[in-house]
Nanobody, 121 residues
Framework: VQLVESGGGLVQAGGSLRLSCEAS????????MGWFRQAPGKEREFVAA????????YYADSVKGRSTISRDKAKNTVYMQLDSLKPEDTAVYYC???????????????WGQGTQVTVSS
């Protein structure tokens, strides 16, 4: 399965972006799709995840309440709506697939190439 992210860009603080991650192959119901981000000089960190089959969602405290992860099974796509963006949200955002829920990046495979999100103050 190949994953391709899109939707990043430059936005002012307080603005919104919707990131997309399209998968080229089949995603099994047991899969978990996650979003991570990596800022310059920092480690990749968990942002959110969704269970592909049942749709249960999970969020990092840093984005809880101002972000929404969702999926469209017909389009084989996962979305990440980011609202009330802050300069500290600036990072490259990646989506990835895992066979089980985890907040640890090494538990995920099939990483996309990432999409840059830059939030200006």
């Amino acid at each position: 399965v190949q994953l391709v992210e899109s939707g990043g860009g430059l936005v002012q603080a307080g603005g919104s972006l919707r990131l997309s991650c399209e998968a080229s192959g089949r995603i099994y119901s047991s899969a978990v799709m996650g979003w991570f981000r990596q800022a310059p000089g920092k480690e990749r960190e968990f942002v959110a995840a969704i269970r592909w089959g049942v749709g249960n969602t999970y969020y990092a405290d840093s984005v809880k309440g101002r972000s929404t992860i969702s999926r469209d099974k017909a389009k084989n796509t996962v979305y990440m709506q980011l609202d009330s963006l802050k300069p500290e949200d600036t990072a490259v955002y990646y989506c990835a697939r895992s066979t089980s829920y985890s907040t640890v990046a090494r538990e995920y495979g099939n990483w996309g190439q990432g999409t840059q999100v830059t939030v200006s103050s």
